[in-house]
């Protein structure tokens, strides 16, 4: 997990990697949370939602795709999760077992390439997985 006194420098890279995953894919908001619920890292801003009620409801999904990644005993690998909804589409990824991303598209802001996220999405958190590690040795 990040620890709460993660150093500056590599919170600041965190964050600035999120921020550009978020212009790169058009989101609304991108966070990068951990399997407690908490939010550790954060980009852009959504009215009437609350970041860790969101969170929590998605780190449910992940608990079968962690049990399948262990009953093929990998080490590691990618889980991208997306809800199309009326209002909001969601897609959330693993970074490893411990942390996850949550990109928020508001869909009244015009529609989001299923495609172009993905790979956006896998290559970002290829980036905060190699920046983590580091921050764990």
Request: net charge negative; charged share 30%.
């Amino acid at each position: 997990m990040v620890p709460q006194d993660m150093p500056a420098a590599e919170k600041e890279r965190v964050v600035q990697r999120l921020q550009d995953l978020r212009f790169e894919v058009g989101a609304q908001a991108v966070w990068l949370a951990d399997r407690s619920g908490r939010v550790l890292a954060e980009a852009g801003l959504l009215d009437r939602i609350v970041p860790a009620e969101l969170v929590n409801e998605v780190n449910r999904s992940f608990d079968s795709s962690l049990q399948l990644v262990q009953r093929l005993r990998e080490d590691r690998s990618f889980n991208l999760v997306y809800h199309e909804g009326a209002r909001f589409d969601i897609y959330s990824s693993n970074v490893d077992a411990g942390r996850f991303v949550v990109l928020v598209f508001d869909r009244r802001q015009g529609p989001n390439r299923i495609g172009i996220v993905w790979l956006y999405t896998k290559r970002a958190v290829q980036d905060l997985y190699q920046v983590l590690a580091h921050e764990a040795e």
